[in-house]
C-alpha cells in the first residue's frame, strides 16, 4: 500500500532563511511525487512534481524538492522563505502500477515570521 | 477553464438529513476522485472514477455514503443519513487519467452536521 509521512506537524522560519519541509513515501516501485499548498478556506494547489529524471524539480513559487530514492524521501526547499509562503503543505504519492489515486501526507503547516 | 467546481461551497445540516456535494471536472478529464478533510485525519481519499467507473471506494468510510458518476462533466457524493462526525471539508479533484499529471482541486465544500 501507498503511504505518505510528513514528520512535522508545523515548521518555523524567518523571513529570508532557507526552508525545508520534509517527506518519505512508500510504495511499491516507481513513484510519482507531488507537492501542493492549501491556503486558508482554498482548495489545494499544485506547486511541483517529479516523475523522472533530474532529481530536483523546480516549482512555483521559488519552491524546489529533491528526490532521493535510497532514503525515499522527496523534501521540499526554498532558498529564502516569504511571508506570503506561510500555509499547508502536502506531500503526495501515485504509484505508477497501481491505479492513478493521489495519496497524501497529512500536511505541514509552515509558518514564515517577518 | 473554470477549474473544477464545487457545490454547494458550505453546508450546515441536522443529523440524520440526506446531504448531496456536487463536482464538475475540468473538462477533458477522465479521472475524478472526492476526498474529505479533517484536522485529525488529514486528507483522506474515499473514493475515484475513471472513465465514470468507480475504481476504488475502499476509502468510503460506511455504507452512508454514495458516490456516482453518471457523465462525464458531473459527479455526487451523498451521505445519508449525515452524523456529526461527517463534518468536514470534501473536495472534489480532477486529471487526466496518466499517472504523471497533477490533480485539479475545487474549492471543497465545508459540511457542518449539527
Known amino acids: 500500500a501507498q503511504s505518505v509521512a510528513q514528520p512535522e506537524d508545523q515548521v518555523n522560519v524567518a523571513e529570508g532563511n532557507p526552508l525545508t519541509v520534509k517527506c518519505t513515501y512508500s510504495?511499491?516501485?516507481?513513484?510519482?511525487l507531488f507537492w501542493y499548498v492549501q491556503y486558508p478556506n482554498r482548495g489545494l494547489q499544485f506547486l511541483l512534481k517529479?516523475?523522472?529524471?533530474?532529481?530536483l524539480v523546480k516549482g512555483s513559487y521559488g519552491f524546489e524538492a529533491e528526490f532521493n530514492k535510497s532514503q525515499t524521501s522527496f523534501h521540499l526547499k526554498k532558498p529564502s522563505a516569504l511571508v506570503s509562503d506561510s500555509a499547508l503543505y502536502f506531500c503526495a504519492v501515485r504509484a505508477i502500477t497501481s491505479g492513478t489515486a493521489l495519496i497524501f501526507g497529512k500536511g505541514t503547516t509552515l509558518s514564515v515570521s517577518s | 477553464d473554470a477549474g473544477v467546481i464545487q457545490s454547494p461551497r458550505h453546508e450546515v445540516t441536522e443529523m440524520g438529513q440526506e446531504v448531496t456535494l456536487r463536482c464538475k471536472p475540468i473538462s477533458g478529464h477522465n479521472s475524478l476522485f472526492w476526498y474529505r478533510q479533517t484536522m485529525m485525519r488529514g486528507l483522506e481519499l474515499l473514493i475515484y472514477f475513471n472513465n465514470n467507473v468507480p475504481i476504488d471506494d475502499s476509502g468510503m468510510p460506511e455504507d452512508r455514503f454514495s458516490a456516482k458518476m453518471p457523465n462525464a462533466s458531473f459527479s455526487t457524493l451523498k451521505i445519508q443519513p449525515s452524523e456529526p462526525r461527517d463534518s468536514a471539508v470534501y473536495f472534489c479533484a480532477s486529471s487526466t487519467s496518466t499517472g504523471i499529471t497533477e490533480a485539479f482541486f475545487g474549492q471543497g465544500t465545508r459540511l457542518t452536521v449539527v
Open positions: 517529479y516523475i523522472t529524471g533530474d532529481n
Open positions: 510504495v511499491s516501485g516507481n513513484p510519482y
